[in-house]
C-alpha cells in the first residue's frame, strides 16, 4: 500500500480544510486508516483513525483535542480517505500524515505500517 496526503493549506483560525489520503493497492479498504500529526519540535501524535470496512466495523476515533471538530471518512470505490478539520486552531498546525494498519483501533504509530508524506497546514490566529 502507498499512501499519498495532500490538502494541506494555510488557513485563519476558525476557517476549515480537508485532507485527503489517495492510496494503492487493492486491499486498502480493510486496513485501519489513520491520521497523525507533528508540530515543530514536538512528537508525532495520533490524530483519528478509521477501521477498515471489510472484516472491521468501519469505527472512528478521535484524540480529545479534535472531538467535535475533525471527521474522518473513507470512500472505498476511490480508495481515499479523508480528514475534514473545522473551526481549526493555532494549535492544530502540523505536519499531518495518513497512514494505514493492518491492527484496528489502534493509536500507535509503530502498528502502522504504511506512511504517506505529510501535508503542511498552518493555522494563523
Known amino acids: 500500500v502507498q499512501l499519498q496526503a495532500s490538502g494541506g493549506g494555510s488557513v485563519m483560525a476558525g476557517e476549515s480544510l480537508r485532507l485527503s489520503c489517495v492510496a494503492s493497492?487493492?486491499?486498502?479498504?480493510?486496513?485501519?486508516v489513520g491520521w497523525f500529526r507533528q508540530a515543530p519540535g514536538q512528537e508525532r501524535e495520533w490524530v483519528s483513525i478509521?477501521?477498515?470496512?471489510?472484516?472491521?466495523?468501519?469505527?472512528?476515533r478521535y484524540t480529545d483535542s479534535v472531538k467535535g471538530r475533525f471527521i474522518i471518512s473513507r470512500d472505498s470505490t476511490k480508495n481515499t480517505a479523508y480528514l475534514q478539520m473545522n473551526s481549526l486552531k493555532a494549535e492544530d498546525a502540523a505536519v499531518y500524515y495518513c497512514a494505514a494498519s493492518g491492527h484496528p483501533n489502534t493509536v500507535y504509530a509503530n502498528e502502522y505500517e504504511y506512511w504517506g508524506r505529510g501535508t503542511l497546514v498552518t493555522v494563523s490566529s
Open positions: 478509521m477501521n477498515g470496512i471489510i472484516g472491521n466495523d468501519g469505527a472512528t
Open positions: 493497492g487493492r486491499y486498502f479498504r480493510n486496513y485501519a
